[in-house]
Antibody, heavy 123, light 111 residues
């Protein structure tokens, strides 16, 4: 059974850097074809894809946020870390990580998802 | 403005059939990339409902079905039940953006 869980601060100040950790079980990020996505959702709004790291350390970022995002995997700890710099109140929302599997980028789905962690950006 | 366009809301009575559309373009759905659908119950994480345009994961009732044609896709729900009240999102890949994109979400209300 695959499970993922997000962790990190619930409150950050504007301009600070947010560091979120996705800890997973039931799969390995050293297995060919496996990846972990990060997705966020502002309160009452739609989902937005942020970043992806594959088993081979290939990384993809949302172009609109690329300059602020860094995704890193730690295979030995079964963790994926996402950092977002220069946080702003508009970055407030629930942040999710999700498992993906497959070699053909663009054809694979996100499943399952973690429960999400709510991050508020406020001074 | 989402790259994939969904109606903000739909509603129906128990037992009815309804559909939720997801309209894209030649750089996502029209390019052949697959569509996936998610159900998000209030206060919970999205749950995979349909993958690869029309496939149901184990445990998803066959009341839910997906289809795709041209630059659009649809999620159909038959025999509507009160427990289906949730937000629904479509997901695909966009080659122009080199990014995964979600629809704006559709709130389904069971009358």
């Amino acid at each position: 059974q695959i499970t993922l869980k997000e962790s990190g601060p619930t409150l950050v100040k504007p301009t600070q850097t947010l560091t979120l950790t996705c800890t997973f079980s039931g799969f390995s990020l050293s297995t060919s074809g496996v990846g972990v996505h990060w997705i966020r959702q502002p309160p009452g709004k739609a989902l937005e894809w942020l970043a992806l790291v594959y088993w081979d350390d290939d990384k993809r970022y949302n172009p609109s946020l690329k300059s602020r995002l860094t995704i890193v995997k730690d295979t030995s700890k079964n963790q994926v870390v996402l950092t977002i710099t220069n946080m702003d109140p508009v970055d407030t929302g629930t942040y999710y990580c999700a498992h993906t599997m497959g070699y053909n980028t663009g054809y694979n789905w996100f499943d399952p998802w973690g429960q999400g962690t709510l991050v508020t950006v406020s001074s | 403005q989402s790259v994939l366009t969904q109606p903000p809301s739909v509603s129906g009575s128990p037992g009815q059939r309804l559909t939720i559309s997801c309209t894209g373009s030649s750089s996502n759905i029209g390019a052949g990339y697959t569509i996936h659908w998610y159900q998000q119950l209030p206060g919970t994480a999205p749950k995979l409902l349909i993958y690869g345009n029309s496939n149901r994961p184990s445990g998803v009732p066959d009341r839910f079905s997906g289809s795709k044609s041209g630059t659009s896709a649809s999620l159909a729900i038959t025999g509507l039940q009160a427990e289906d009240e949730a937000d629904y999102y479509c997901l695909s890949y966009d080659s122009s953006l080199s990014a995964w994109v979600f629809g704006g979400g559709t709130k389904l209300t069971v009358l």
